[in-house]
């Protein structure tokens, strides 16, 4: 919806070979053509007998009326080939021409004003993510140690690590909160792990599963994970996953998998419907992130009750636990170790921005004691943009091409949309306009060849083919740039690696779906960078999150549009070759050019 106002509001801008002739010789071709169609009105209405009527007007109507005709004859030859401009409204105020030929297109006039954003100070909530302690130091058997420090390379333990570990190798049932990325999987992996291989009586893949994780969305099976289970190769694992083929699964399940992971859906339709999956052996049960889905949780708890003799050890971890995860663990846990690692940290003040709106404290943010606070990695920078509506598809376009195609080295980058629909639109423009071509369906192996010539755009939303959804999340994990345009079916869980940019192109409905959805950069100590992009009127969110001691601070657009000037030359022309992209879809580039081309107020 903002996006089509933005595209209708912009179709008067003006194409480039006209551009180009305003500039050069043809003015006086255009100058003449007025003047004769002035002559004809003048005529015209002469005939009418207005004669007498026009001429008492006196001189300086005329002038006046000369004036907004040289300003209308100017837009429609501005517009040529788009008829819409002509039509709209807007035409008239649409591209100025007046000193030293500097143009100001539609788009970036007649803006509202953007509400002044002040500075305040929120002690945010901090977390170590590295608490200094190896893998040595625990009760483990040395080859998953040395699987863990040689193979995968991790040196040190993590915070949550540290404090979860112990907890769950003495059976009990525990309550994870720790900051997204910081290693909460392996939290809970490492203890079935060890308590498995050290079964008086070894495990067989015949005896089926011992070890339920289940994990909100398809895509989150870390592929250390696997490799972490496959450390004794007699403990078999699998996934069962929403959109594989059921029959294959089956067979699967028919052989043996005593580690199971498993989206909710996925497994109570196995557990109800197709009659080969027993839970008679589950000693272990994992919920990761899933308070969205805490109704199938608590079926699956109840399928274990019926079936499982002894309820199993129970785990449930999130970055963001809430009253509501409170509420799933009294039904689901019993007698919990609460582990939260912000507990065991300090805060720090930072500087947010705090918007000027009436109910905003007048010193600092407060956080009311109810509040639940939420700790974001320390290296996470994030920045929000207040922008008019009409101006946001150009800055997320002009911010793509700057971070994933200009700056050396290019950038990783998640864009979060509202809508599988909106996925697709933008996915769609981006490749073909701005990006190279056939970059979506491309062979990985052909990506390192195009990488100079455009940008690298992928899609993932939950419609998509498991195929497609698959492919995406192995060729973003592998490129080393380029731009992953998602619904928030990739906001929880998921560890993409060296994510540099998360931009939430349209703002997340709770707290902690920004939370969530920041996490995906900023892993395991990497630095990172956050964009929410924010209408005029929404710059009471940021003070929102501030009560959540969430710092952000304002991005300055003029940074987007300085890289796009210093690339003028580069970015796409209306004119090529634009096949199967609509004429509206084109405004987009459109737009980049003329607002880089025509100086304006936001250019350096
Ligand atoms: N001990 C460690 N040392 C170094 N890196 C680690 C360690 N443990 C985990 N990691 C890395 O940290 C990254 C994030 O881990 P993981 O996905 O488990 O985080 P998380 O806390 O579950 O995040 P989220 O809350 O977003 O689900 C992974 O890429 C993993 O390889």
């Not at 297109?105 to 500075?119: A, D, M």
């Not at 994870?176 to 999987?185: D, L, N, P």
């Not at 700056?407 to 864009?415: A, D, L, N, R």
């Amino acid at each position: 919806m903002a996006d089509d106002l933005g595209l209708n509001l912009s179709l008067n801008l003006i194409p480039d070979d006209v551009l180009s002739s305003a500039a050069g010789g043809k003015k006086e071709k255009v100058f003449g053509d007025r003047r004769s169609r002035v002559q004809q009105r003048k005529e015209l209405r002469r005939q009418k007998g207005d004669a007498t009527k026009s001429d008492s007007l006196g001189e300086n109507r005329s002038r006046e009326k000369r004036k907004h005709e040289d300003d209308s004859d100017n837009d429609a030859e501005s517009s040529v080939g788009n008829k819409a401009a002509r039509t709209d409204s807007n035409h008239k105020t649409g591209a100025k021409k007046g000193k030293g030929s500097v143009v100001i297109s539609s788009l970036f006039r007649k803006n509202p004003e953007v509400p002044v954003v002040s500075n305040a100070e929120v002690a945010t909530l901090q977390e170590n993510v590295f608490s200094g302690d190896t893998f040595r130091e625990l009760p483990l058997h040395p080859y998953l140690i040395s699987n863990l420090e040689e193979k995968q390379g991790f040196k040190q333990l993590t915070e949550v690590q540290k404090r979860t570990i112990p907890v769950l190798l003495q059976g009990k049932d525990a309550l994870v909160k720790s900051q997204t990325g910081s290693g909460k999987t392996l939290a809970y992996a490492v203890p079935v792990v060890q308590s498995l291989q050290a079964r008086k009586l070894k495990v067989t893949r015949m005896d089926g599963p011992y070890a339920l994780v289940i994990v909100p969305t398809r895509e989150v099976r870390n592929v250390y994970l696997f490799l972490l289970f496959q450390s004794f190769v007699w403990i078999v694992s699998g996934c069962l996953m929403g959109g594989e083929k059921r029959k294959a699964e089956k067979s699967r399940l028919r052989k043996g998998i005593n580690v199971l992971v498993a989206t909710p859906g996925r497994l109570m339709d196995h557990i109800n419907t197709t009659g080969v999956l027993s839970l008679a052996r589950v000693r272990w049960l994992t919920s990761d992130e899933l308070y969205p889905m805490q109704k199938d949780v608590a079926l699956i708890m109840n399928a274990l009750k019926a079936q499982c003799p002894d309820p199993p050890q129970t785990v449930l971890l999130s970055a963001t636990l809430s009253q509501g995860v409170e509420r799933l663990s009294s039904i689901t846990l019993s007698n919990p170790e609460r582990v939260n690692v912000s507990d065991h940290a300090g805060s720090a003040s930072a500087t947010a921005g705090e918007a000027s709106s009436p109910s905003a404290p007048p010193n600092g943010v407060t956080t009311s004691p109810d509040t639940e606070s939420f700790s974001l990695p320390s290296q996470l920078k994030q920045h929000f943009l207040v922008t008019p509506c009409k101006l946001r598809l150009v800055l997320l376009a002009g911010l793509v091409l700057w971070k994933c195609k200009y700056s050396k080295p290019c950038s990783k980058m998640i864009v979060f949309l509202s809508t599988q629909d909106a996925v697709e639109f933008h996915a769609q423009l981006f490749a073909q306009v701005l990006g190279c071509k056939r970059t979506i369906q491309k062979k990985l192996s052909d990506l390192a060849d195009t990488k100079t010539q455009g940008l690298q755009v992928f899609k993932l939303h939950g419609d998509m083919p498991q195929k497609d959804r698959s492919k995406t999340f192995q060729d973003f994990t592998a490129t080393s740039s380029g731009v992953l345009l998602c619904t928030d079916v990739a906001a929880r869980g998921l560890d993409l690696p060296h994510v540099d940019w998360i931009v939430q192109y349209t703002s997340p409905g709770a707290t902690v779906d920004y939370i969530h959805r920041v996490g995906r950069t900023a892993r395991a100590g990497s630095l990172g960078h956050s964009l929410l992009f924010l209408m005029p009127s929404e710059v009471g969110y940021v003070t929102e999150l501030n009560r959540y001691r969430i710092s952000l601070t304002q991005f300055d657009q003029s940074k987007i549009l300085r890289c796009l000037l210093q690339n003028i030359s580069d970015l796409p022309k209306p004119t090529s070759n634009t096949s199967g992209v609509s004429n509206s879809k084109l405004v987009c580039v459109r737009s980049l050019r003329c607002r880089t081309l025509h100086k304006t107020e936001f250019a350096p």
